[in-house]
C-alpha cells in the first residue's frame, strides 16, 4: 500500500475547473485510487496490480558497461519471480544517456543474459506487445505524458538558468536547508510565462511536489519504507534539451509495459519517491516494490573493479559456468530455509519466493563461487566434460584433437582437482610436464633422496630397459597394479617408501592425481600422438635418458648423510 498524506495534495491534484478527461487514468485499466478530505492513496500489493492479476516484472538495465553481477542477481530475481508466478519477465534497454550509451554494450549484456539462461518474454530481439523497448526509441511517448501533466497542472514550465539554480543550491547550503527548488515559475501568471515562450528563453518541465506531507511505501523485502515531502523540491522531468528525465521515463515505462512488480537493486530506493508521484498524477496504479541489497566485497564495501572480477563476462572468460553462476548468485540474500546450496535453475523456479530474499547486504565470495563452479562441473555428464575439456585443450594449442580415448582418460583422471574450465590448461600441462630438477632441489624431496633413491633409480631403469614395464603399461591400469606389486617386493618396498619414489622418478613431482592413472597416460601420451609438440610434454624415453644422465653421487652429497628410510604406510 503506498499513501501519501497532506492537503496540499488535494489542491494541486484535483482542480474543479479542468475538464474530467484531466482526471481519467491514461490507461485502459483502472487505477486503484482512492481519494479522501485531506490525503491520497494508491494500492500497490501483488493482490491489487495494474495487470488484473498478471505478473509482469522487468530488468531494465543501462548499455553504459558491462553487466555486472549485481545487475546479473536482479535479472535472476525477476526472472525467477516471473517464472513461479507463470508470468513475465521483461527486459527494457534504458539508453537514455546518449552520450555512454552504446550498441556494442547492449549486445554484450544481452549475450551474457542468454549465456545465463535467463531467456526475456518481451524486449529486444524478441518483441512484444508493449515496444518499443529502448528507453531512445520511445521519446515520443514521454512527451505525450508530459504534456498531459503540463495541461492537468502537475507540472510546469521551469525558466530558470543554470547561474539561477547553483545561486538557489548555494542559498539553500548558508541557510543549512535541503537543496530544493525555490524559484519562483511555480507560481508564475500565464502572462510572465508567455512573455519567456515569445523570448525563446529553454524550459524544463518540473514537477509539482507538496510542500507538507509524507509518502510511504510497502517494500515486498523492506517493509515499510517512508519519506518527507519537504525534503525534494520541485523536480525536472523533461530537460531544456527535449530529452526525458530516468524517473520520468522509468515510471511511464513500467505503467505502459503494465509492469506489477519492480524487483531493484536498493539504490534505486530514494527514486521510488520521484516515481510514485509521477504515477499519482498520472492516474497509473502503483506496482509492488521489492528493493534487493547491495553485493558486498569481503570488506563489506560496494563491490567494485578493485576487488577483482566483477561482470559477467569476465566470469565467463575465466571459465566458470553458467549454471554454476546462476546458482550462486541466488543465494547472494536468498536461500530455500534449508541447508541445500547446489540448485539447478528449474529448482529455484520451483523453490523462489520474494519473501525469503534477505534486506542485508549479501558478501560475495570469489572462494566460495570457484568451489560451487568445480561442484557443478563435476556433476555434469561425463560425455559433456569430455567435450568441454576436449574442445578446450584443442582451442588452446595443447592437443591436436578434440575427441579421442586420450582426452577421455585425461578428463577422468583429472577433473577432481578443476574448478574452472581455464583450469584444465594447467592441470594437462602439469601432467605432460617433468620438472624433476627443480624438484630434486627442494627442501620437501630431501627424505626421499636420502631414502636410497638412487637404488630405486636403478632398478626403474632396468625394469624399462628389460620391456618390463613397457608390457604392463601396455596393459592399461590393471597391469600397472601387478607390476607395481611385483617391484615392491622385489625392492622390500611397500607403501609411502615404495611410491613417493616411484612417483618422483617417472612423473618428476612429489604430488599428484592417482600415481598409477597418471603414469599410464603418460606412457599412452607417448604413442598416441594427440599431444601437439608446442605442449612441452617429456615423453617416457625421455624421462629415463634424463635419469640415466642424472649425478647421484652429487645429489646423494647435497642431500646430506643418510637419513634412513621413508616412514612405510600400508595402503
Partial sequence: ??????????????????????????????????????????????????????????????????????????????????????????????????????????????????????????????????????????????????????????????????????????????????????????????EEIEQELAKGTPYTYRFRVPKEGTLKINDLIRGEVGWSLDTLGDFVIMRSNGQPVYNFCVTVDDATMRISHVIRAEEHLPNTLRQALIYKALGFPMPSFAHVSLILAPDRSKLSKRHGATSVGQFREMGYLPQAMVNYLALLGWGDGTENEFFTIDQLVEKFSINRVNKSGAIFDSTKLRWMNGQHLRALPSEK?????????????????????????????????????????????????????????????????????????????????????????????????????????????????????????????????????????????????????QAGFVTLDERFKILRELRWEALNKEAGPHAGSVATVTP
Avoid at 415 to 430: E, S
Avoid at 432 to 441: I, R, V
Wanted: proline share 5%; aromatic share 8%.
Fill in 385 to 533: 566434460l569430455v567435450e568441454i575439456f576436449g574442445d578446450r585443450w584443442k582451442g588452446t594449442g595443447i592437443l591436436l584433437e578434440s575427441k579421442s580415448k586420450f582426452v577421455e582418460d585425461a578428463t577422468e583422471l583429472l577433473k577432481d582437482g578443476i574448478d574452472l574450465v581455464t583450469d584444465a590448461d594447467a592441470a594437462l600441462l602439469n601432467l605432460l610436464s617433468y620438472p624433476l630438477d627443480s624438484t630434486l632441489a627442494s627442501v620437501e624431496c630431501k627424505p626421499v633422496v636420502q631414502d636410497k633413491l638412487s637404488e630405486v633409480a636403478a632398478s626403474l631403469i632396468s625394469a624399462y630397459d628389460s620391456g618390463e614395464l613397457r608390457e604392463a603399461l601396455e596393459e592399461g591400469h590393471a597391469g600397472w597394479q601387478k607390476w607395481v606389486k611385483s617391484f615392491g617386493k622385489l625392492l622390500k618396498r611397500k607403501g609411502r617408501s615404495l611410491f613417493m619414489p616411484i612417483r618422483l622418478l617417472l612423473t618428476g613431482k612429489l604430488h599428484g592425481p592417482d600415481m598409477g592413472a597418471s603414469i599410464v597416460l603418460i606412457y599412452k601420451a607417448g604413442i598416441c600422438g594427440a599431444v601437439s609438440p
Fill in 1 to 190: 500500500m503506498a499513501s501519501l498524506v497532506g492537503s496540499p495534495w488535494l489542491r494541486i491534484r484535483v482542480r474543479p475547473d479542468l475538464p474530467a478527461s484531466f482526471l481519467r487514468p491514461c490507461l485502459v485499466f483502472k487505477p486503484y485510487v482512492s481519494v479522501r478530505r485531506g490525503s491520497l492513496s494508491v494500492s500497490a500489493s501483488s493482490a491489487t496490480g495494474p495487470t488484473d492479476g498478471e505478473v509482469r516484472v522487468r530488468f531494465a538495465p543501462s548499455p553504459t558497461g558491462n553487466l555486472h553481477v549485481g545487475g546479473a542477481r536482479t535479472a535472476l530475481f525477476n526472472y525467477l519471480f516471473a517464472r513461479s508466478k507463470g508470468g513475465k519477465f521483461v527486459l527494457r534497454i534504458e539508453d537514455t544517456d546518449l552520450e555512454r550509451s552504446t550498441r556494442k554494450s547492449e549486445e554484450a549484456m544481452l549475450n551474457d543474459l542468454s549465456w545465463l539462461g535467463l531467456d526475456w518474454d518481451e524486449g529486444p530481439g524478441v518483441g512484444g506487445d508493449y515496444g518499443p523497448y529502448r528507453q531512445s526509441e520511445r521519446n515520443s511517448l514521454y512527451k505525450q505524458y508530459a504534456e498531459k501533466l503540463l495541461n492537468s497542472g502537475a507540472v510546469y514550465r521551469c525558466f530558470c538558468s543554470n547561474e539561477e539554480l547553483e545561486q538557489m543550491k548555494e542559498t539553500a547550503k548558508q541557510m543549512q536547508l535541503p537543496p530544493v527548488y525555490m524559484g519562483k515559475w511555480a507560481t508564475a501568471s500565464d
